[in-house]
């Protein structure tokens, strides 16, 4: 499940929405029986709501606690799950050196420790390392506004020595009906990070 919680939201919104209409023209047609065919369709509609919600508070769940199980890993290091860019997944598809899954993740988990930025997906107690960037071959951290599916989001340009390698830390937004970070959160996350980056490189 690839879009966010709000992108969820929405969709459940849409889902809902449409299933009352279909009901609703049902009802009132010329073989429907009006208000009672309405009620008859309610709990159809609750189920319907309900089973999207469920779904979406799973995935914050399952995505969080990967985060939660790596940052006890890493004590002081920054923990965030990511959504991925279009210039990220050319990267990750471009960089044979790199360790990239055969099927490019959706969203991930990004840790930036004294050792550099590493990549993680998989099973949230058995998380799997993907990329490694190692704090030497980046040359700055920038803020930058990233084009993702239906919205336009805040994140992070990694710039790296490499002009070849783009690197776009666009962080997953897990609070409702809020579809990136706020400017404070990203300036906070990148000094957060440079402070990484200067115990390793100096």
Known sequence: MRPG????LVTSGFVVVGAFG???VRAFGDRGDGWDDIREFVPLLV????????????FTVYSTARDRHLARRYP???????????????????TPDKRAPARTPGIFT????????????????APNKFWQLDW???????????????????????????????VELAPYQFRAFTV??????????????????AARVG
Not at 47 to 58: F, H, N
Not at 141 to 164: C, E, M, N
């Open 110 to 125: 990004v840790v930036g420790s004294v050792e550099g930025l590493s990549f993680w997906v998989g099973w949230p107690l």
């Open 5 to 8: 919680r709000l992108g969820g």
């Open 180 to 197: 990136t970070w706020d400017e404070s959160q990203i300036d906070a996350l990148i000094t957060a990070m440079q402070r990484q980056r």
């Open 136 to 166: 030497r071959e980046v040359a700055d951290l920038q803020p930058a506004l990233f084009p993702l599916k239906y919205k336009t989001v805040r994140g992070i340009r990694v710039v790296t020595h490499d002009s070849a390698v783009v």
């Open 47 to 58: 189920g319907v709501l309900a089973g999207s919600v469920i779904l979406i508070v799973g």
């Open 22 to 24: 279909m009901v609703f």
């Open 76 to 94: 002081g290091a920054e923990v965030f799950t990511v959504d991925l860019t279009p210039n990220l997944k050319r990267t990750l598809r471009s």
